[in-house]
């Protein structure tokens, strides 16, 4: 729902990172990667050399989108030092991981460097890359924003914890206005930056973390045919296609996947005059699994007004998805074709990060999506009276 609010991404290779949300691009297709080792160097290809201190991980890896999985790489870290090299056919956000921290990167051919303390991420400087300068220009332009807003989300997780309902709404408010400012002050960017692949990155984030077709289609067109063009570009598109088919005002998209008892469900007959929370988990998500209170909560305040929730988990353990299940205490109906990240009904609603909801009108129509917190409570509160 917002920046920041702890999400999962997918790729299919599985669990991507579960986190912060960042302006990560999380499906580029560079179907040209290679990934030669850290010592062999490319005058056609990119060098990446790194001094953090304070990196105590002996190995640290990275990771880069290519097509819809992704191509990991490892370097021995010693005291803080550590290199790559390869070649990638066009600019692309890529991720140094360790087992406690990660790092972003615009990563692209030529000699790239980064210094800097490992407890600072963010002010990790990063140079040789035009695509990173653009990045961090872009940064700057709304870092009086994020300034605000990221101390609202540490005191949005202990009134969370209090279960304090109206101290939630009151931030998320506050959060919601901070949000605005700031896709405003992005879509500006886009507007000015057209052939940048970071503009192409951000509309990729956008409809990662918060699908909104029209909007995102208007400022895909608005780049220039380069980037359009690109093999990052081409993948957009055809998520934006998808999203199309799911976006609000669109008929819901049907499916039948089993239930817990391997019995199918077909949602159209679910769908009977009332309003339907289509909601997508997994046991193995931390931030759905602390979001399924709330989801609960409103359950319960509205199932005998005409609510129904029907779960879609991207499992693929049965004992894990059920057993999750008992523990969060959720008596509405779960399906699952137990393919986790290939889950057919995510695929069908272009479900790339969890979790994620779709709320459905008595007449089979998308009528809202992505709500979280109080928010949903909210919408359930405005639609039955």
Known sequence: MKKNMPISYLTSSGLFRTGLISAGFIGAALSGLTLTGCKQTSKQGFTLQADITGLKDSLIYLI????????KDSAINKNGHFEFSGSIPEPAMAYLETKERYFELFLENGNITMTGNADSADKIKITGSASQT???????SIANITDQEDPLYQVYDSVSKLKDSAAESNI???????????????????????KSPVSLNEINSMALTNPDYPVQEKLFLSLDTTMQNSAAGKTLAKRLATLKKSAIGQPFIDFTQNDMNDK???FSQYNKGKYVLLDFWASWCGPCRAENPNVLKAYNHFKNKGLQILGVSLDSDSTKWKEAIRKDGMPWTQVSDLKGHKNEVAAQYGIEAIPFNFLVSPDGIIIAKNMRGTELEQKLAELIK
Do not use: C, W
């Not at 653009?134 to 700057?140: I, V």
């Open 134 to 140: 653009e990045y961090d220009q872009l940064k700057a």
């Open 64 to 71: 880069i989108p290519a097509g819809d999985s992704t191509k």
């Open 172 to 194: 998320e408010k506050k959060l919601d206005s901070f949000r605005m400012q700031r896709r405003e002050r992005i879509k500006t960017y886009i507007a000015n930056h057209p």
């Open 264 to 266: 199918p469900v077909i």
